[in-house]
Antibody, heavy 120, light 109 residues
Framework: EVQLVESGGGLIQPGGSLRISCAASGFIVSSNYISWVRQAPGKGLEWVSVIYSGGSTFFADSVKGRCTISRDNSKNSLYLQMSSLRVEDTAVYYC??????????????WGRGTQVTVSS | SYVLTQPPSVSVAPGQAARITCGGNNIGSESVHWYQQKPGQAPVLVIYYDGDRPSGIPERFSGSNSGNTATLTISRVEAGDEADYFCQVWDSSSDHPWVFGGGTKLTVL
């Protein structure tokens, strides 16, 4: 059974740093593309970052230069390192597995999310 | 970047059909995917590639896509269908191609 479990969220002051994790089971992280998608309170879904099976990474303009995404194949896990955090980064952060076929992609599995709150 | 437009809310009585639209420039030439999100829960894929249903999703959920509008139709709506619904496309012209609509709150009266 495919599962994604996020952890590491919390309350952090503006300007601080935080690393959130996503532990996967039921599939191999390094053979898939995995994204971070966030949702601010009462708002919609915002794509944040992706790491492809080949290792390429991409980021939304809103976090570019402040975030890095990585994976640990030995732990079958994914990470999002965030720095210079802003109040507007406050959101539930989901990791989601992507599926790509015939020039389109979607997310077939999502974790339950981890809450990141940036506040003084 | 590609923009998807959804109505903020749709209301429907139980047993009736709900139609949730997703507008985009020539969206009919794209594949559209739909997610359901209930309060406090993660999104769940309910329709992919315009009209395919993942296993476990009731046949009451269907999708169509043509011209500038994609539509998610939920027939015989039940109270348990009350949720937010998001459409999503893959914008191949962008290096961050996952584009979501703003979401539609479905209220079952």
């Amino acid at each position: 059974e495919v599962q994604l479990v996020e952890s590491g969220g919390g309350l952090i002051q503006p300007g601080g740093s935080l690393r959130i994790s996503c532990a996967a089971s039921g599939f191999i992280v390094s053979s898939n593309y995995i994204s971070w998608v966030r949702q601010a309170p009462g708002k919609g879904l915002e794509w944040v970052s992706v790491i492809y099976s080949g290792g390429s990474t991409f980021f939304a303009d809103s976090v570019k230069g402040r975030c890095t995404i990585s994976r640990d194949n030995s732990k079958n896990s994914l990470y999002l390192q965030m720095s210079s955090l802003r109040v507007e980064d406050t959101a539930v952060y989901y990791c989601a597995r992507g599926y790509f076929y015939e020039n389109s992609g979607y997310y077939d599995y999502w974790g339950r999310g981890t809450q990141v709150t940036v506040s003084s | 970047s590609y923009v998807l437009t959804q109505p903020p809310s749709v209301s429907v009585a139980p047993g009736q059909a709900a139609r949730i639209t997703c507008g985009g420039n020539n969206i009919g030439s794209e594949s559209v995917h739909w997610y359901q999100q209930k309060p406090g829960q993660a999104p769940v894929l309910v329709i992919y590639y315009d009209g395919d249903r993942p296993s476990g999703i009731p046949e009451r959920f269907s999708g169509s896509n043509s011209g500038n509008t994609a539509t998610l139709t939920i027939s015989r709506v039940e109270a348990g269908d009350e949720a937010d619904y998001f459409c999503q496309v893959w914008d191949s012209s962008s290096d961050h191609p996952w584009v979501f609509g703003g979401g539609t709150k479905l209220t079952v009266l």
